[in-house]
Nanobody, 125 residues
């Protein structure tokens, strides 16, 4: 069974950068679309926001409007890892970031079958 582990979170000042990693085990990540989601402080799980996604077959990427031009998603199938490069971070990006896997194509949050435990990103001066 596919298992996902996020890493790379931390505390960063506004304008700074972080790179999150989502590493898979138990199966080949290349078979899956990988989405990144975030849950801001005080928000319920149901209010989790989709941040970005990369599909399996063609590597098609999507981004939320709030992160376009600042975040970049990529995948290294040889390392079974998907990355989320986050630049020009603002306090509004503070959240727990989760990666999730869905067969082949990106979809709605409820469609994702496998989830990691999350990594905390805090943007503060």
């Amino acid at each position: 069974q596919l298992q996902l582990v996020e890493s790379g979170g931390g505390v960063v000042r506004p304008g700074g950068s972080l790179r999150l990693s989502c590493t898979a085990s138990g199966s080949t990540l290349s078979y899956y679309a990988i989405g990144w989601f975030r849950q801001a402080p005080g928000k319920a799980r149901e209010e989790r926001e989709g941040v970005s996604c990369i599909s399996s077959i063609h590597g098609t990427t999507t981004y939320a409007d709030s992160v376009k031009g600042r975040f970049t998603i990529s995948r290294d199938n040889a390392k079974n890892t998907v990355y989320l490069q986050m630049n020009n971070l603002t306090p509004e990006d503070t959240a727990v970031y989760y990666c999730a896997a869905l067969s082949r194509y990106c979809g709605a949050e409820y469609e994702y079958d496998y989830w990691g435990q999350g990594t905390q990103v805090t943007v503060s001066s």
